[in-house]
């Protein structure tokens, strides 16, 4: 583990160093307190600390203040070194952000024990922020798949176009549904079914560029929002992943099993001021239409004007499909 | 024969029985204290008592490292005579500190000899 050390006094430094090192410790040594605050500061700084109570440039107490005003680092657990012992010192100490003080000259059994105690509490911190993460992904994210869950990539959605407006960008909104999903479950078996959803989801993944977004929609249907696409390729990219996804057959506990994907695709920049409720209609109504067409294809929402027959459909009609 | 001003079975333990460290210690100070002590009586002179203390406070955590309690008692009195601002008895109070040191220094160079590395 990682320790900083800051002492103005050689000899100090100089035992603390060495103390550390035979503990275990990598140590940084620094001789005041701008130094070490810098580097506590930093985002992967030291997150143990040993600062003398008095130094040049900032004291010991100043560099604890400057650390606690970071809010959205890692914990550092701080200990001030001093000669000190009054009780207003003392206070006067943790009041600035300190964990702990050693009173110098300092037994080397006594602070390995206080910094064992440090890195518990950060071990602690460490435990509950991964757990705060799980929680995090399992919210925003579909159990089976990992991709975006529908209400994050839907808000994805909202954002992206949001921006893209405001820029003059495209976005394409692509809404694929994986051809005769219901036999593939009935013939190979639930499970093949779920690994067949895992591997739609990983070409998909692999077929767009990081900065694109893509989410399980529902059962069989994912949606998939190319960012900053340039309208005239934008036909020639969802074709592109349609293939990816058609290319070969997905390797299955149950065998090999073919699979193919409808997509419907829709360009903002022709669409104008609708919500995303609104898009999502047009492009889902694109998508009946792919599948109509026979499966396996792309099929692009046109222009509100020209889909009047399109919108008549029943919303029945529309979510319907096999 | 004078005292021992250090204490060197403390200043071992300290050092976890690092008798390298040990000698590292005493080198540096050698090198650093004569200044810090130059320092401190161009303080106590000017009746400085704001630099008294600092560079007392200095001193006395040298002196508390190297396990040299006698020595880092009297440099603890010159910092409160300095915070406290009783520049009157600086002098007599630094020629104490100041006996108290030349002979510890002179232990010092003695037991260089006599720490192996």
Known sequence: ?????????????????????????????????????????????????????????????????????????????????????????????????????????????????????????????????????????????????????????????????????????????????????????????????????????????????????????????????????????????????????????????????????SFGLLLSQEWGYMSVVELLHEVDTALYAAKAAGRNCVKLAAARAQVDGARELTPETVWRRQ | MAKNLIDFDELLERTENDKELMRDLLTIFREEFPQRLQALREAVESLNATNVAMEAHALKGMLSNLAAVEAAAAVAELERLGRTNETSRFLESFSHFDVIAKELLRQVEASMAGVSG
């Not at chain 1, 040049?56 to 657990?77: A, M």
């Not at chain 1, 009041?95 to 390995?112: H, M, N, Q």
């Not at chain 1, 499970?191 to 900065?211: I, M, P, Q």
């Open chain 1, 1 to 261: 583990m990682r320790i900083l050390i800051a002492d103005d006094e050689l000899m100090s430094r100089r035992l603390l160093e060495k103390t550390m090192q035979r503990a275990g410790y990598e140590v940084t040594a620094v001789a005041n307190g701008q130094l070490a605050a810098a580097e506590l500061c930093k985002p992967e700084g030291p997150r143990l600390a040993l600062l003398d109570w008095i130094m040049p440039e900032l004291d010991g107490p100043g560099v604890c203040r400057e650390v606690r005003k970071r809010k959205d680092h890692s914990y550092v657990y701080m200990i001030l070194l001093t000669s000190k012992e009054k009780k207003e010192d003392v206070v006067a100490g943790l009041e600035s952000g300190a964990d702990d003080y050693l009173t110098k000259p300092f037994d080397p059994e006594e602070l390995k024990a206080r910094l064992r105690t440090g890195a518990r509490i950060l071990d602690l911190e460490d435990r509950l922020i991964e757990a705060r993460e799980e929680m995090r992904f399992q919210a925003t994210h579909d159990a089976l798949t990992s991709l975006w869950n529908r209400g994050v990539v839907m808000e994805l959605l909202g954002r992206e176009l949001t921006r893209a407006r405001r820029e003059n960008k495209c976005t394409a909104i692509l809404l694929g549904d994986l051809d005769h999903f219901k036999n593939i479950n009935d013939t190979y078996g639930h499970l093949a079914g779920d690994e067949v959803l895992k591997e739609t989801a990983r070409r998909l993944v692999s077929s767009v560029r990081s900065y694109d977004f893509v989410g399980r929609f529902g059962g069989e249907e994912f949606l998939v929002t190319l960012n900053n696409c340039d309208p005239a390729f934008g036909f020639a990219r969802a074709e592109k992943i349609r293939k990816t996804i058609a290319e070969r057959p997905v390797e299955t506990s149950a065998g090999s099993v073919s699979v193919s994907m």
